[in-house]
């Protein structure tokens, strides 16, 4: 469930800069409050470091949409040390949904119990680590966040050009729509492609989520979650891809250095590998369905349509 999705209260009428304290205030403040929970109880709750890297991603989203509205060097700073955090966020949040993989593979094996105690204790040695150097970045700017945000609503200023949230809503949308058309319009069975394709949908799906009031009901209704459920797809997806590069590099390392070793838990590493490549072709195909959907239902233009009508309803 996303936690802190919409910025509720904007209207295509509102100030872009009344729009850009609104926003930027609260996705601040959620990377603040996130960060606080993932710090506090690491293994409590792993849905704790996926929120903060999600929040960390909606807040730089969002300094992106109200750039105009920022000095350029505050802007950049607080843009670095989110993507600092985000950075060591989404090393913790690899490695919890490594475990959690390994843990419906278990679960999934056919008429057998499947073990893996060599990679669980891996899996559980480098998310320690991740831990680690998150708690490092983490307390080190916890203390620091009300400061940062302050600060960023205090220097807002309106823009030279465009004055309502509208008139920003429309060419930023369109611009990211067009985007992940152009990213959908490449080899989708190239990994890397796929993986932009992820990218640029994330991109749309935050500023919908900012934009949103700008428009009339089915943009959120209607047209975002079938943005959503693309980036759930490849989500997944992406899950795998980075699952199977851990397995590759820990695979290659063990044959070549640790032979021995490698002979015992060879089974282990191939079987938990098996899994994630079938997985990331069944989300590929999941994708291209998708897309298939997206274009039978002419949902690109009922998006372009909803951008253009009056007044942005």
């Not at 910025?7 to 996705?27: C, D, F, H, N, S």
């Not at 094996?109 to 040695?125: D, N, R, T, V």
Request: proline letters at 3%; glycine letters at 6%; charged letters at 30%.
């Amino acid at each position: 469930m996303s936690v802190g999705k919409w910025i509720e209260g904007l209207t295509a009428r509102t100030p872009l800069v009344r729009a850009a304290r609104k926003a930027l205030g609260l996705r601040l403040k959620r990377v603040s409050h996130h960060l606080e929970q993932a710090l506090a109880q690491p293994f409590t709750d792993v849905e704790d470091v996926h929120h903060l890297r999600v929040g960390i991603r909606r807040a730089t989203a969002a300094l992106k949409i109200f750039a105009d509205c920022l000095p350029r060097k505050m802007r950049k700073r607080v843009r670095r040390r989110l993507r600092d955090l985000r950075q060591a966020a989404g090393q913790a949040r690899d490695w919890d949904v490594f475990l959690a993989g390994l843990t419906d593979w278990q679960e999934r094996a056919a008429g057998q119990s499947k073990k893996a105690p060599f990679l669980a204790g891996y899996a559980w040695g480098q998310r320690l680590i991740a831990q680690n150097a998150l708690e490092r970045k983490g307390h080190s700017r916890a203390t620091k966040w009300k400061s940062v945000r302050r600060d960023v609503l205090k220097a807002l200023r309106p823009p030279e050009k465009g004055a309502t949230l509208i008139e920003w809503a429309r060419p930023t949308l369109q611009t990211a729509l067009e985007k992940l058309r152009d990213a959908t319009a490449r080899d989708l069975h190239d990994d890397a492609h796929l993986h932009r394709v992820r990218i640029k949908g994330k991109r749309l799906r935050y500023a919908m989520e900012v934009f949103a009031g700008c428009f009339d009901t089915s943009f959120r209704e209607v047209v975002y979650p079938a943005v959503e459920e693309m980036q759930e797809i490849l989500g997944r997806a992406n899950d795998s891809r980075v699952a199977v590069g851990h397995l590759t590099e820990l695979r290659e390392t063990l044959r070549s250095g640790r032979p021995k070793e490698w002979r015992t838990v060879q089974g282990e590493i191939t079987g938990f590998l098996r899994y994630h490549q079938r997985r990331l072709t069944r989300e590929r195909q999941e994708f291209l369905r998708w897309l298939k959907r997206w274009h039978a239902a002419d949902m690109e233009n009922q998006f372009l349509a909803l951008l253009e009508g009056k007044d942005g309803c």
